[in-house]
């Protein structure tokens, strides 16, 4: 059980570091005027987000990356993968989002100060709108915390699958996902209170602009 902790924790981990770095260029991307950019951008996100999560999955691990690499890389690597393209669908829109928010004369202002776009994206945009997104980044890593449950239909080791292999060896099914409904409510407790924390912050640092 402690061993799945480790490897949910994982799961979420690496699956929200994959998804806030591809999220962001896709964010740019859906942002741009290029149609050769946005398009594309835009059916990624409309694609992730309008099928489910437990399917992806099973494409992932399946298909996909065994077609890429001529054999499956074991199920740690298809679920990184699997958590982390489907989080930057949603974490691309909370930065598209942030980033539109900012004001428009924010970007007008910084240029007419003789900055780049790239210089006024980067110094002023980019700032105000990563304050602005964490809250709901918060919240998108505390869904995929518990998303990577599914992972246990591919064998990967995380908190329900080890659930699974107690129910196995025991018969017990209360003994066995009693206590893992139970952790995976103290871990989504403590980031949801990281999640308030952090909206407390900002609304203060907001109030205070």
Do not use: C
């Amino acid at each position: 059980m402690v061993r799945g902790i480790g490897y949910t924790l994982f799961f979420a981990l690496a699956g929200e570091a994959i998804g806030l770095l591809l999220g962001l260029v896709l964010a740019f991307a859906r942002l741009s005027r290029n149609p050769f950019v946005r398009v594309p951008a835009s059916a990624y996100v409309d694609v992730f987000r309008g099928t489910p999560l437990f399917v992806q999955i099973f494409i992932i691990h399946f298909a996909v990356i065994p077609a890429i690499f001529g054999a499956s890389q074991g199920p740690v690597v298809s679920g990184v993968v699997a958590l982390g393209l489907n989080s930057a669908a949603y974490v691309a829109e909370i930065f598209r989002a942030g980033i539109q928010s900012v004001a428009r004369g924010q970007m007008e202002a910084a240029r007419s100060l003789g900055l780049t776009h790239g210089q006024a994206m980067r110094y002023v945009i980019l700032p105000q709108a990563l304050r602005r997104v964490l809250p709901p980044l918060t919240n998108e890593f505390i869904a995929l915390l518990k998303d990577s449950s599914l992972l246990a239909a591919i064998s990967a080791p995380e908190l329900t699958f080890a659930a699974r292999t107690i129910l196995g060896a025991t018969l017990r099914p209360w003994e066995a996902f009693l206590p893992v409904a139970a952790l995976y409510f103290v871990l989504t407790t403590i980031f949801t209170q990281v999640s308030y924390a952090l909206e407390r912050r900002f609304a203060h640092g907001r109030s205070d602009e």
